[in-house]
């Protein structure tokens, strides 16, 4: 079956700095990834749909500048939080999907687990 | 807000009991779709319904579909104590590849 990487599993540092979260889809072209933010014992919470070679489209209320999205190949995007603070500690989960054909699941990495001390 | 609800949203049972879970959208849809996640991790894909089935099943899995009530349902069967996990619905967003997560149900089976 298709297979999302996600990578790193797991970061801790310090307020201020930029974090990159990069999603792989390994087994598959991947036209349309999608972000997600998801807080504890809540809901995923879409924050942008990345589509290959173009921008990135955001949710109302994610701020741009603050969360970079660059899909720049069929396989690869990344999510850059930039100047990260403590409110962004979250769970991001990235997923990827095939496009062009309906009714298809997404698939989903296995999340980064991001902490801003 | 366009998510969608589930209900319970906790529900704990016994190892070989039933377990079903509900949930409601608000917009019109191309499909649905059911997902689990076990803690900390990502989605796994158990089934997705097109909104023109009524009724789908997979291994102790079966989920129904009433697109006049804007509902659906996960029934699972003879459940395992591995089969705790949190669960989620998700509808597609008319004419997007977007989906809108339900709010989840965290299922505990105990042994």
């Known amino acids: 079956g298709a297979v999302v990487s996600q990578h790193p599993s797991r970061v801790i540092c310090k307020s201020g700095t930029s974090v990159k979260i990069e999603c792989r889809s390994l087994?598959?072209?991947?036209?349309?990834m999608f972000w997600y933010r998801q807080f504890p014992k809540q809901s995923l919470m879409l924050m942008a749909t990345?589509?290959?070679?173009?921008?990135?489209?955001?949710e109302q209320g994610v701020e741009k500048d603050k969360f970079l999205i660059n899909h720049a190949s069929l396989t690869l995007s990344t999510l850059t939080v930039t100047s990260a603070h403590p409110e962004d500690s979250s769970f991001y989960i990235c997923?990827?999907?095939?496009?062009?054909?309906?009714?298809?699941?997404?698939?989903f990495g296995d999340g980064t687990r991001l902490s801003i001390l | 807000s366009q998510q969608g609800e589930e209900d319970p949203q906790a529900l704990s049972i016994q190892e070989g009991e039933n377990a079903t879970m509900n949930c409601s959208y608000k917009t019109s849809i191309n499909n649905l779709q059911w997902y689990r996640q076990n803690s900390g991790r990502g989605l796994v894909h158990l089934i997705l319904?097109?909104?023109?089935?009524r009724e789908k099943h997979s291994g102790r899995l079966r989920v129904t579909l009433d697109t006049s009530k804007k509902s659906s349902s996960l029934l699972i069967t003879a459940s395992r104590a591995a089969d705790t996990a949190s669960y989620f619905c998700a509808t597609d967003a008319a004419g997007t590849y977007k989906y809108i997560f339900g709010t989840g149900t965290r299922l505990k089976v105990l042994a």
């Open positions: 990345s589509n290959e070679g173009s921008k990135a489209t955001y």
């Open positions: 319904i097109r909104s023109n089935e």
């Open positions: 087994d598959f072209q991947a036209t349309t």
């Open positions: 997923s990827a999907f095939k496009g062009g054909v309906s009714n298809q699941p997404q698939h």
